[in-house]
């Protein structure tokens, strides 16, 4: 489904920015921060249209999202094309379950979309193969704003499976402002996630 028919099937999300998804996460005890589209532009400072928020959590840090959002908001589990609603900390997430989806009831409008990611010993994995890794201080960064923010090659790599229109525009405008390091990173990642990808001529 694209995004209209995902509102129309779940419920419209409200369209926050990064300023206002962290004044909701104001004292939230675990690291979290900002990928996509909107890390593409923290970090190049070219504009672009944003279709989501993609925060991003270690898997790990469930229970504490549940905790920060007890008193105000409702929490749901989402994957698969299901959801199950999180009521106690300690609830189980379902094996099926990629994202976080936060909400003050079913009246409202989604707020939060959190992507689980694995983290784990101050190291940051890639989603779709843990074998990838990056320090976690390497992989993310804190912008001006204060904000905490995907590296532009780690946004780049997750947009590299789809490689739409808008993907690779943000390599487009991203790829000179790399430094050697990272497109080194990025290339290889690439080659091994996606053999013969259009973009590993450029990297090259």
């Not at 997430?93 to 694995?118: H, M, N, T, V, Y």
């Not at 390091?181 to 990808?197: C, F, I, N, Q």
């Amino acid at each position: 489904m694209d995004d209209r028919e995902i509102d129309d099937f779940y419920g419209p999300f409200a369209g926050l920015d990064p300023p206002g998804a962290a004044q909701l996460l104001k004292g939230f005890p675990r690291p979290w921060w900002i990928g996509g589209g909107w890390a593409i532009e923290m970090f190049t400072g070219v504009s672009r249209s944003h279709e989501d928020l993609d925060i991003c959590i270690s898997s790990t840090d469930v229970p504490e999202v549940v905790w920060h959002f007890a008193d105000s908001h409702h929490v749901w589990a989402v994957g698969s094309g299901s959801l199950k609603p999180l009521i106690q900390p300690d609830d189980p997430l379902p094996d099926w379950a990629g994202q976080l989806w936060i909400r003050e009831s079913a009246r409202k409008p989604w707020l939060l979309d959190f992507l689980l990611c694995p983290v784990a010993d101050g190291v940051w994995g890639f989603k779709r193969d843990i074998s990838i890794t990056l320090p976690f201080e390497e992989a993310t960064w804190v912008a001006e704003d204060g904000i905490r923010y995907e590296r532009p090659e780690a946004s780049l790599l997750y947009k590299a499976k789809h490689d739409r229109p808008k993907d690779r525009a943000d390599f487009d405008v991203t790829l000179p402002l790399l430094d050697t390091d990272a497109t080194e990173w990025l290339k290889r990642s690439v080659e091994k996630t996606h053999p013969g990808h259009a973009w590993l001529d450029r990297l090259s």
